[in-house]
């Protein structure tokens, strides 16, 4: 947590709970002990009508984990799924899964809602390649507290103590054998993750990591090729408001706790706000759009008391990632972009990060993750069977401008 600032004069019109909290089941609050981080405090069935991978039992569960923004120890909710069957000698290797954005209300929460359609064939994916998924809500998400959206050391302590209450829990059912899986969010919550293991989680047995749809950046030297990410992806007056609204309220609110992010939203942008304090993205998206609003006009001009820390806390300062690491970038993916994710790739390569990196041509930010599947699978598998895989590093090349997408591709 930052230092302590003068608070500007917040709104007085009621928005809602402040952290987004509220909305979800009495499983998602704990009132016993937390204990030591990664303990497994209960589970329940998850839902038969929720959506879900198709062939596996499908868990909640809660856990106990460690703050990365300096709460202490805190709770955590996610979901669980195991193949259906008998385990293998030794038990079901693990996909630590780290989810996409979602929102950062409680009810945005995957084990609340459900994965998404598209989520829910991958991780069945998965499954079908003999892995068990363990997967993180992440912090606040469910839980009480604010959710430190794209917060890497906040989201890496959730996934890691997440699988560490998975084995711990299902002794005999799951090996410590874990490949990291992460989309969107997830990608530099699945870098932290594994960033993170050796100090956070050393006895777990992490043989990879795959990151699709990168949006994390690191702070180091760069390449002559480097292009810097447009106002659009780093400056919420250019975003899409609902994604300049997590920022405010989930970022900013996390590194600043004695603030009210509604300190920071203009008038225009208060019912936007209270929106997010209780729905999830795509109705961020849906309401920005119906009212025609811009970034300019839902967030007052000087941001800088907030904005000036999260670059901070949100880029990596070593790009030297414990490998083997599979990135996959679809080149028309037009949300995350593709030279932002060029530029994280080379910064890994030449931190010597043992790396493949695969591009869709046509594919975009979404479509990717499922094709991806073809050989992010099969790297996973060579892992498993003690396979080296070869990095590809040196004949990498710069993207080029973003692609239409394939027809089909919504």
Partial sequence: MQPAMAAP???TTDLGNIDGDGGVSPFYRWSGKIGTPGHMLRQEALPANLPQPQD???TRIL?????????GAIIVSGMMFIPQGKAPKGGWPVVAWAHGTTGFADPCAPSWTGPSARDAEYLGRWLKAGFAVVASDYEGLGTPGVHPYLMWRSEGRSVLDGVRAALAAGKGTLANRVIVVGQSQGSGAALGTTYLAKSYAPKLNILGTVATGLVMT????HDADYVAKSKAMTDVHFM????GMLRIAGIDRSLHHELDPAAFVQPAGYPLLKAARTQCLHALFDMADQNKLTG??????DLQPIDGTMEANFEFK????????????????DMAGTQGQYNAVKA?????????????????HGSTVNTSAKDSIPFALALLAGKLPTSNCATISPPGPVQKRNPGVS
């Fill in 63 to 71: 856990y106990s984990s460690t703050s990365g923004v300096g709460r």
């Fill in 318 to 333: 070593d790009a030297h990632i414990p490998g083997p690491l599979f990135v996959g970038t679809g080149l028309a993916d």
């Fill in 56 to 58: 596996a039992r499908a």
């Fill in 240 to 243: 899409n408001p609902g994604f």
């Fill in 348 to 364: 890994m390569c030449a931190a010597g990060t043992n790396l493949q990196w695969h591009t869709y041509p046509g594919e975009d």
């Fill in 296 to 301: 300019e006009q839902v967030f007052v001009p």
């Fill in 218 to 221: 690191f702070d180091t030297p």
């Fill in 9 to 11: 004069a917040a709104a």
